[in-house]
């Protein structure tokens, strides 16, 4: 099996909906990855236990998304020197505003890169690890590149009339 390079963690399984927008990102640039359940709350120990192991498994960044007091991202990167990318997930109450200030506000001196609520954040949290991760891997800069033409490529120049 391929070491996992990229670690999806977030708070719930609710949040997997989401965040499968990053691991289908990673399968297409042909990143291996793991995903685990890990709260901030409701598992502390757990995520004190998965950050501090982070970086010695050899995981090269992860992509941490929450929803609602989303600590986890923040947590995570007070316990580990990966880059940690947040994904505020959209939450039922407030629609991820929560989330997202709850992640971005971090103190100085400890950062979590924060993306965008939602699919869209998480789909982007992964296109950052895989550019992070392309700068020393040649091989993945070319899919990367590959799958950025593919996007371009896709984008029709006029409106359709349907
Ligand atoms: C957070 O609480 C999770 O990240 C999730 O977004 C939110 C709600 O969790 P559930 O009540 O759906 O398990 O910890």
Not at 4 to 33: E, F, R, Y
Not at 111 to 131: D, F, W, Y
Not at 138 to 156: F, M, N, P, S
């Amino acid at each position: 099996m391929t070491r996992p390079l990229i670690g999806i963690v977030m708070g719930s399984q609710s949040d997997w909906p989401t965040m499968k927008a990053a691991a289908d990102i990673l399968d297409a640039l042909d990143i291996a990855w793991e995903a685990k359940i890990v709260s901030a709350h409701r598992t502390p120990d757990r995520m004190f236990a998965y950050a501090e192991a982070a970086a010695g498994r050899g995981l090269r960044a992860l992509v941490a998304g929450a929803g609602g007091a989303a600590h986890l991202p923040g947590m995570l990167a007070a316990k580990t020197r990966l880059p940690v990318l947040g994904v505020p997930v959209q939450s039922r109450a407030l629609s991820g505003l929560d989330s997202l200030l709850s992640i971005v506000q971090m103190p100085r001196g400890v950062p979590v890169g924060t993306l965008a609520i939602g699919e869209a954040g998480a789909a982007n949290a992964a296109l950052l690890a895989a550019a992070m991760l392309a700068t020393t891997d040649d091989g993945l800069a070319a899919r990367l590149e590959a799958w950025r033409a593919a996007q371009t490529d896709a984008i029709a120049e006029e409106p359709s009339s349907d």
